[in-house]
């Protein structure tokens, strides 16, 4: 079955300090893989994309194929980034394109 | 910026009742998804809906759950029964195409409560 397993239900790190958020998968063919970032209220929204190897607001992940990962990180955490973030990896299942859902990882950056 | 907007911000019901939860998506989209999210777990997809058709289910969207473009702007949500178990928040999506290039487009959410 298709699984994405975010092991950290928290992180609490300090400000200034390196952030990495985890995120396994497991999909028999090549998902895409997207994180997506809610902020204290307020609503989902796209943080980053595999496919499109960018940096958002200093975040990085980097798809590896061989552990099966994509894990979310930033050198030097801010404390706006305090929020839940959730790793979702898009898969084709029956022919029809969906986002498989992690628990999500609240991150918490204290001052 | 267009957002997806969904109302009520909140509802409140007694189990058995009908609850109808109402989405406006980004105007040039084309695909629309309801999501759940039961307190303190993770994002549950419900549905997806293409074409005034549904193009994909999970198998909590049974029965008691349908979904509707009665307009050319509203996407609802409609729970005929509701039960204990069917309160959660649920999220509204919307994007234009399907696949790794698009991005969904999220709404604030309908935070349901069944009493």
């Known amino acids: 079955a298709q699984r994405v397993t975010q092991p950290e239900k928290l992180l609490s790190v300090f400000k200034g300090a390196p952030v990495e958020l985890k995120c396994n998968y497991s999909?028999?063919?090549?998902?895409?893989l997207f994180w997506y970032v809610q902020y204290s209220r307020q609503r989902l929204q796209l943080l980053l994309r595999h496919i499109s190897r960018e940096s958002i607001k200093g975040f990085t992940a980097d798809l590896n194929k061989g552990e099966t990962s994509f894990h979310l990180k930033k050198p030097f955490a801010q404390e706006e980034d305090s929020a839940m973030y959730y790793c979702?990896?898009?898969?084709?299942?029956?022919?029809?394109?969906?986002?498989?859902w992690g628990a999500g990882t609240k991150l918490i950056i204290k001052p | 910026e267009p957002e997806v907007t969904q109302t009520p911000s909140h509802q409140v019901t007694q189990m058995g009742q009908e609850v109808i939860l109402r989405c406006v998506p980004i105007s040039n989209h084309l695909y629309f998804y309801w999501y759940r999210q039961i307190l303190g777990q993770k994002v549950e997809f419900l549905v997806s809906f293409y074409n005034n058709e549904i193009s994909e289910k999970s198998e909590i969207f049974d029965d008691q759950f349908s979904v509707e473009r009665p307009d050319g702007s509203n996407f609802t949500l409609k729970i005929r029964s509701t039960k204990l178990e069917d309160s959660a928040m649920y999220f509204c999506a919307s994007s234009r195409n399907v696949g790794p290039q698009e991005t969904q487009y999220f709404g604030p959410g309908t935070r349901l409560l069944v009493l």
């Open positions: 999909y028999s063919g090549s998902p895409e």
């Open positions: 979702a990896p898009g898969v084709v299942m029956d022919s029809n394109y969906q986002l498989i």
